[in-house]
């Protein structure tokens, strides 16, 4: 998704099916900022840590504005984030609700290619009179794919009190003041629970899951173009399902005490629920490959800290669609979190080097609308694979020499 394009089958969130802007009540006196690149992806700004007033200490936010902004949109924007680094005055600053439901599915699904992973990237910041909320964005590494070599019984036991990788809760303000409060740390809990208890506990997720299975099965197995072999997307299916399932049961575990839910209390290992017979490859790697299969697959190893409760879709509003723009650049991450008295935690992988490697990526940034504040990150790793697509390389020739011979024919049939 490099220079600036917009996945296929994706509107942007200001418009419809038809390329129509859409409108949102009460969008006056609002503005739209927009982030891309920048700069690092571990930079202070895009980290939403409270620096100063000084506009420049935001040039992340502030210089990828979509529409144009004025010094009242800026203070707007830098005081919530400086209540919410402060702790102080959160009802005004975040949408309390929303942002909770938020990182209660996000810390379920184990997606370390975000905000709360060490590259600090691929999210929606929305604006909308001073309150800050969270909106979802590129989650195809999510359920432990973005460190497919991990341990899996680490993984579907990861903490859900110790959320962060490389880097710690405090270095994550978005996050940090759900746990600097009791209140909303008790939210957070009970509105885990009821995800469980609603979507998990009741059958509905098998259910999906089994039904899904079964309308798109026919259509993989008849797909030429797939990324996989049938017998693998089977196999990533059920990986996904278990996965699920474990995940579920260790989250009702630290729920209810069984199971440590910090980093620290996960020190003891005793009651963890095995995963042991999960591949984590099985469901997808970076390269899109399956099971180590075609394409290859990238390991990645790194430590860190670890109502209806569907995700609700929020739209930013529309007044001026004509100003969206687009913005590509290359960053160089290297993030770091500030010193915590929690250990953070550990995802073996396989080889239990324990090491952490520091990526390259090439963002974009979602084009966005006036009327609310739309920060978004977003990568596309360029990777070399020692096992090269040989079948669509040799297609791809074959295609060129019968084009070619089609149109040398054409040519002489045309003298003649």
Known sequence: MGGGEMPEGMM?????????????PNNQNRENFGGGMGGSMGSDDVSLIYTDDNYDSYSNIFDNAKTDITDEDKDRLIQALKNINENVDIENSVDVDEVIRYFVVHNF?????SYTGSMIHNYYLYESDGQLSMIPWDYNLAFGG?????DATSLVNYPIDSPVSGGTIDSRPMLAWIFNNEEYTQMYHEYFNEFITEVFDSGVFSEMIDSVKEIISPYVEADPTKFCTYDEFLTGIDTLKEFCLLRAESISGQLDGTIGSTSEEQQDKENFVDASDISISDMGSMNNSMG???????NNDFSGEGGDFSMREQQPSSEDSSSNMQVSNTADINSSGETNEVPPTEIPTESSTGEEFPNNANGNMMP???GNMNFSMDNQFSESTSQTRSNDII???VTILVLTAGLAFAFIFKRR
């Open 12 to 24: 942007p969130p200001d418009m419809n099916e038809n390329g129509d802007t859409t409108e949102l």
């Open 109 to 113: 699904v184990l997606n370390f290619d």
């Open 146 to 150: 973005f460190q497919s070599a991990a």
């Open 292 to 298: 180590g299969g075609r394409g290859g697959m990238m």
């Open 368 to 370: 966005g609308n006036r």
């Open 395 to 397: 297609l791809i020739i």
